[in-house]
């Protein structure tokens, strides 16, 4: 049973920074890519960052682009979400994603509020 279990999610001022974490279990990192997507109340979920586990391929929203590093420790089976430099409107619930194939697999949320 392929599991992602997601945390580090807190309140935090504006200018500051988390680190989000997803540990997977149940795959191999090889041939997925890990993603965190994030929704905020009333709005849709949109897709904040990915990394491709076999070369290490990174992409991020435009929103996100220079602030949030994703990186992957295939060793633990974890990707990180570093996010710096945070925003009242980085404020959502983020959820980590992995995608081998045709399979989707979703981890529970961890909310993460930014103060002005």
């Known amino acids: 049973e392929v599991q992602l279990q997601a945390s580090g999610g807190g309140l935090v001022r504006a200018g500051g920074s988390l680190r989000l974490s997803c540990a997977v279990s149940?795959?191999?990192?090889?041939?997925?890519?890990i993603a965190w997507f994030r929704q905020a109340p009333g709005k849709e979920r949109e897709g904040v960052a990915c990394?491709?586990?076999?070369?290490?391929?990174?992409v991020y929203s435009d929103s996100v682009k220079g602030r949030f590093t994703i990186a992957s420790d295939n060793a633990k089976n974890t990707v990180y979400l570093q996010m710096n430099s945070l925003k009242p409107e980085d404020t959502s619930v983020y959820y980590c994603n992995a995608r081998i194939g045709w399979d989707n697999y979703w981890g529970q949320g961890t909310q993460v509020t930014v103060s002005s």
């Open positions: 149940g795959l191999t990192f090889g041939n997925s890519a």
């Open positions: 990394i491709v586990s076999d070369n290490d391929d990174t």
